[in-house]
């Protein structure tokens, strides 16, 4: 089955600076990676997907990138605030079943 | 936004028991998950349900294990009898699950609930 690799277990920026959070995948029919926030005690938080049929997207700061020769895909947060400390999951998905990766523990420092 | 409910929050058993793990998903969902994560590792898929019939399950789902959403109130995830590896957080989650596609609906998560298994 699919295998998503999480690169960064924990990454620590100052506030304003970006953070880069990378995935691999492993399936080519993997279509689509969305990416789920997740803040001390509570629950996952859907915060922005991309497709396949496209290589980039963005919301707001938040930026997704997908390089499907490469088969990996990214989340960038421009201008990062204190509040966007939590751990980051990125998924791939085949059909209906979403595959996790490790999750990445970001830290803000003000 | 939508919320979806896991009940309770923390279980302890001993080994060889019955646990039942309660779900409340979001009310106008059609499509049910759940998640198993272990301590440090990721999180992994068990189980899709959908018009009261597993549509997908993994590996990880094991004969013990049973899922139902009898009458439109919890889903639930029954592990008959526990062991020991079954210790872990378990994630639901619910989706709107049009076109059956999770590229097509967001996918909604619990809180979890760690089960300890004695």
């Known amino acids: 089955g699919e295998k998503v690799e999480q690169h960064e277990s924990t990454l620590s920026v100052r506030e304003g600076d970006s953070a880069v959070i990378n995935c691999t995948y492993t399936?080519?029919?993997?279509?689509?990676f969305p990416w789920y926030k997740q803040e001390a005690g509570k629950s996952l938080h859907f915060v922005i997907d991309?497709?396949?049929?496209?290589d980039r997207k963005q919301s707001q700061r938040l930026i997704v990138l997908l390089d499907k020769k490469a088969k990996r895909f990214s989340l960038h947060i421009t201008a990062t605030q204190p509040e966007d400390s939590a751990i980051y999951f990125c998924?791939?998905?085949?059909?209906?079943?979403?595959?996790f990766g490790s999750g990445t523990k970001l830290t803000v420092e003000p | 936004g939508p919320k979806v409910l896991q009940i309770p929050s923390h279980q302890i058993i001993d080994m060889g028991q019955m646990v039942t793990l309660n779900c409340d998903p979001v009310?106008?969902?059609?499509?049910f998950y759940w998640y198993k994560q272990i301590l440090g590792q990721q999180m992994e898929f068990l189980v899709n349900?959908?018009?009261?019939?597993?549509?997908?399950k993994s590996k990880l789902f094991k004969d013990q294990f049973s899922v139902e959403r009898p009458d439109g109130s919890y889903f639930t995830l029954k592990i008959q009898p526990t062991a020991l590896e079954d210790s872990a957080v378990y994630f639901c989650?619910?989706?709107?699950?049009?076109?059956?596609?999770?590229?097509?609906?967001?996918?909604?998560f619990g809180a979890g609930t760690r089960l300890s298994v004695l």
């Open positions: 989650a619910s989706s709107l699950g049009l076109g059956g596609r999770v590229s097509q609906n967001t996918l909604y």
């Open positions: 399936d080519t029919a993997s279509s689509y």
């Open positions: 991309i497709r396949s049929n496209v």
């Open positions: 998924a791939a998905s085949i059909q209906n079943v979403l595959y």
């Open positions: 009310s106008n969902h059609l499509y």
């Open positions: 349900f959908y018009n009261g019939k597993v549509m997908e």
